[in-house]
Nanobody
Framework: QVQLVESGGGLVQAGGSLRLSCAASGSRFRINAMGWYRQVPGKQRELVAI???????NYADSVKGRFTISRDNAKNTVYLQMNSLKPEDTAVYFC?????????WGQGTQVTVSS
């Protein structure tokens, strides 16, 4: 069983920055992909960014050039640096880890961007 603990959410003004962190524990095998998703009430959870154990990344079009995902494999931790935040980035952000074809989720952290 993998546990994911997120931190770093909060309230920020438009144009500001936040850094999210997600630490994974309890994994007996290598964690393949780690990523961040976000969800607003009434909408489906959507992919924000994902990074493989080899360092390959993929981003949603809406965050390209503003968000950067990185990973410390030794610490099983993934980060999301969010710059130039916009009010439409407001959502609950969830950390995700994929291990042996099983997907694990964190509890979510609220990010609110005021205009």
């Amino acid at each position: 069983q993998v546990q994911l603990v997120e931190s770093g959410g909060g309230l920020v003004q438009a144009g500001g920055s936040l850094r999210l962190s997600c630490a994974a524990s309890g994994s007996r095998f290598r964690i393949n992909a780690m990523g961040w998703y976000r969800q607003v009430p009434g909408k489906q959870r959507e992919l924000v960014a994902i990074i493989t154990s080899a360092g390959s990344t993929n981003y949603a079009d809406s965050v390209k050039g503003r968000f950067t995902i990185s990973r410390d494999n030794a610490k099983n931790t993934v980060y999301l640096q969010m710059n130039s935040l916009k009010p439409e980035d407001t959502a609950v952000y969830f950390c995700n880890a994929l291990m042996l074809l099983t997907s694990y989720w964190g509890q979510g952290t609220q990010v609110t961007v005021s205009s």
